[in-house]
């Protein structure tokens, strides 16, 4: 009896009779025919590789050559390859700092900008028998290149390391930003000025650049310049920034401790001082009115910043006539006497300086204070008695202190005051001196004050100046 079968299944364990009749084994000529089939694409391969090889060393030999007759008909690009250049571009001096964003950049004297050309080999100018025309372009670059102290990169070094505008930003550097360098070897660069503050790149400082524009010049290598690293701000703080020095007609609160708007500004501005002129000549004839017009908010150390940053001013050529029925008073522009000539008689600086006459000369320099619109205005004049002075009579002619000593001066005295106010009062206290920046220097002794702003201490009067 046979075995039962399970459900599932099937009569015999191999495949099904049509998968059977799918199977074919591949036939003897099939497989001859792929051996020679392989053979003959072997023998293909064989015979083409020495072709190949003969168009590739063809082509390479024609790419040689033509690199070889570049350099042939171009000597001077071996040349740069092989040595080294000894001449480089250079700013002739430094660049005035701050530098703000619109402004014009110039160099620490104010000049224009100049780009020279020098042989690093003398540190010389070239000569002119260098190409005529060289065209220099201005560029800006981020101020950590080169990097460390080194004094020598290349051009691509260079060019990598050049400063592009922010996107939707104006170009970076505007203005006259190509130049032409003729055979003197200096260019002259016209007004360029920034756009854009220095806050946004990770050093925080620009460098300016100058090259030989690509393509104008196929000399030797001529290595870039590069000035020295400053930050740029933002226009606004221009608005509000300190002058150094300061001008006659800067306004006041270009002074050191002495802010916009601020209470100061505005105390001084309800006295009529609104320029730096004003405060020198003041401070000049009555230091402690003007101290007075300060008030308590200006302790000694702030004074003292002030008035020496005041001091710094450059008085400029410009002198000023005070005359009358017997006498001529020429001051300069911040109220000091230059010359002094009274009954027909002429004082120096050095006569003044220890005069029985000088408190009177004091006493016509408040009158030419509150006068000061009515004088006449001179160029500098030459006073040929001056001239002959010599400077080791200059140095010693303002003494620590004047005493009166002869009641004979009294005749000169005003007995009235010159103003409405006692600050104009003429007394016979003693007389003390302090100089100015460019002034001869003087000793000095400050005068005790009674005024009501608690100040122990008034600034010293100076009406002799020997500038």
Not at 174 to 184: F, P, Q, Y
């Given at each position: 009896m046979a075995a039962k079968r399970f459900f599932g299944e099937s009569g015999s364990d191999s495949d099904p009779p049509s998968e059977k009749r799918m199977r074919t084994r591949p036939s003897f000529a099939s497989v001859i025919g792929e051996v020679v089939m392989v053979n003959s694409l072997k023998n293909f391969c064989s015979g083409l590789e020495p072709m190949l090889r003969r168009v590739v060393n063809?082509?390479?030999?024609?790419?040689?050559?033509?690199?070889?007759?570049?350099?042939?008909?171009?000597?001077?690009?071996?040349?740069?390859?092989?040595?080294?250049?000894?001449l480089e571009l250079r700013f002739s001096k430094s660049l005035k700092l701050p530098i703000f964003t619109g402004s014009k950049i110039v160099h620490v004297d104010r000049s224009q900008l100049q780009i020279i050309l020098v042989d690093t080999r003398g540190d010389q100018a070239v000569p002119p028998t260098l190409p005529s025309l060289i065209k220099v372009e201005i560029v800006v670059l981020d101020s950590d290149f080169p990097p460390g102290d080194r004094t020598n990169w290349t051009s691509e070094e260079f060019d990598r390391k050049i400063v592009r505008e922010r996107q939707g930003?104006?170009?970076?550097?505007?203005?006259?930003?190509?130049?032409?360098?003729?055979?003197?070897?200096?260019?002259?660069?016209?007004?360029?000025?920034?756009?854009?503050?220095?806050?946004?790149?990770?050093?925080?400082?620009?460098?300016?650049?100058?090259?030989v524009s690509p393509g104008s010049y196929q000399g030797i290598r001529i290595r870039e310049a590069i000035s020295e690293a400053f930050i740029v701000k933002d226009h606004r703080g221009e608005l509000y920034k300190k002058h150094y020095p300061p001008?006659?007609?800067d306004e006041v609160w270009r002074l050191e401790k002495i802010g916009k708007e601020g209470a100061f500004h505005k105390k001084l501005g309800d006295e009529g001082i609104n320029t730096v002129q004003d405060f020198l000549k003041l401070s000049v004839v009555d230091p402690n009115k003007l101290r007075r017009i300060l008030g308590q908010g200006m302790s000694e150390k702030i004074w003292d910043a002030t008035i020496k940053h005041a001091r710094t001013c450059e008085k400029g050529n410009k002198h000023y006539i005070y005359q009358g029925s017997n006498f001529i008073i020429t001051l300069n522009p911040i109220c000091q006497v230059e010359r002094a000539e009274v009954n027909g008689q002429i004082y120096t600086?050095?006569?003044l300086s220890n005069n029985i006459i000088r408190p009177y000369i004091e006493s016509l320099v408040r009158q030419a204070y509150l006068n000061w619109t009515t004088l006449e205005e001179v160029e500098v004049p030459y006073y040929p008695e001056i001239a002959q002075l010599t400077q080791g009579e200059m140095e010693n002619r303002c003494p620590t202190q004047y005493h009166l000593a002869n009641k004979a001066f009294e005749e000169y005295l005003p007995h009235a005051q010159l103003g409405a106010s006692n600050d104009w009062q003429i007394t016979t206290s003693t007389f003390v001196t302090t100089p100015f920046e460019h002034t001869i220097g003087y000793s000095s002794m400050p005068e005790t004050s009674s005024s009501s702003d608690g100040n122990s201490l008034a600034p010293p009067r100076c009406f002799m100046d020997g500038s």
């Open positions: 063809e082509e390479v030999e024609s790419g040689l050559a033509r690199c070889s007759r570049t350099l042939t008909r171009n000597p001077s690009l071996r040349i740069q390859a092989l040595e080294p250049s000894s930003k104006r170009p970076l550097l505007a203005g006259e930003l190509s130049v032409t360098m003729r055979s003197n070897g200096v260019a002259a660069i016209g007004e360029i000025e920034l756009t854009d503050n220095s806050s946004w790149i990770r050093s925080r400082k620009f460098r300016l650049g100058a090259r001008q006659l007609g600086q050095k006569d």
